[in-house]
């Protein structure tokens, strides 16, 4: 496994991680789990991520349980606030109150200390960014959290942030929590790039594989039992459209060439961006972990030629 520095920060995360969403509390339970977690941490996975809304809390209760006998000191363990989570208009959002409460709700859930990782889910526009700033900067000087940051914030909301914390001697957002893959990149690529190199963020990449789609397994169909032939996940099905599954094929192709599965070039192709951190990976069976993981040694295959195939499959997607 190898590490990266979070941006500019000191602290070093895998380059691959483990994330619990959609996964922990819906399609897996508890046993396989920490599994899941423990073979991550032994082939070298050190960050793990969560957020108060998966599963309406149960993947945090989960990750808690598996990370009980695990050495506190070497996980990177997030969750992220925003969304509804408690009753009444304070329940939501990024007040000082609800960032607050959520915090220590999550704590509760994950049986820990403190995070040391904790993003603001989305932009919230009723709430001032002076107000999450300062919210933030004290959580971290309460040793609750030890960095904070965001997740799909736009770059103009993030420099805000930046301002702010420098005018009044702040902690900033450290890393930033963007969609990154073949079918969605542009915002990565083109928004933030710039402020990565300017502030020093560190991005923690989600949907590696655009909800599965990337992987190949829906080459051919929906197969039983996939994440898309389940009822409440009919939004992914509304994604597998023609265009991005003859895309895929040829991928699957120039993947079967370089002797490695589709899911681990979609991976490796993420990994050649020096913005990222670490890419969040999902996993409901060893297996995939361990395709998942065997996509670090993919990057070396990606050479000049390779990258201009890729393009050149990819052409002008839509994201």
């Not at 599994?35 to 991520?49: S, T, V």
């Not at 990177?76 to 969304?83: D, T």
């Not at 932009?123 to 940051?149: H, N, S």
């Not at 599965?212 to 992914?236: H, T």
Request: proline share 4%.
């Amino acid at each position: 496994m190898h590490y990266r520095r979070l941006g500019r920060s000191g602290l070093k995360v895998s380059e691959i991680s483990l994330g619990a969403w959609v996964t922990f509390g819906t399609q897996i339970d508890q046993n396989i789990a920490s599994n899941l977690i423990h073979a991550a941490y032994d082939q070298g996975i050190n960050f793990f991520d969560n957020a108060d809304v998966y599963a309406n809390g149960q993947a945090e209760i989960i990750m808690g349980k598996a990370i009980r006998d695990l050495p506190r000191e070497a996980l990177v363990i997030s969750s992220k606030v925003f969304w509804p989570t408690m009753p009444g208009p304070n329940g939501r959002g990024l007040s000082r109150k609800h960032v607050v409460e959520s915090l220590h709700a999550s704590l509760k859930r994950l049986e820990l200390d403190y995070l040391d990782l904790y993003f603001c889910h989305r932009f919230d526009p009723d709430t001032p960014v002076e107000e999450v700033v300062y919210t933030m900067d004290t959580l971290i000087r309460q040793g609750k959290i030890l960095y904070w940051g965001t997740s799909e914030w736009e770059a103009a909301q993030i420099v805000q942030a930046y301002g702010v914390a420098q005018r009044y001697n702040l902690a900033p957002p450290t890393m930033e929590q963007p969609q990154y893959n073949m079918f969605h990149r542009k915002r990565v690529e083109i928004e933030l790039s710039p402020i990565c190199k300017e502030f020093g963020l560190g991005l923690t990449t989600w949907s590696p594989l655009y909800f599965g789609i990337l992987s190949g397994k829906y080459n051919e169909g929906i197969p039983e039992g996939s994440r898309a032939s389940l009822e409440d996940m009919a939004w992914i099905r509304d994604r597998i459209t023609p265009d991005r599954i003859a895309i895929v094929r040829q991928l699957t192709s120039l993947a079967q060439e370089l002797g490695v599965t589709t899911a681990q070039l979609a991976i490796a192709w993420l990994l050649r961006r020096k913005e990222v951190s670490s890419v969040i990976t999902g996993a409901t069976r060893l297996e995939q972990l361990d395709e998942n993981l065997g996509a670090a040694e993919a990057v070396e295959l990606l050479t000049d030629d390779v990258q201009e195939q890729i393009e050149q499959i990819l052409g002008n997607t839509p994201e």
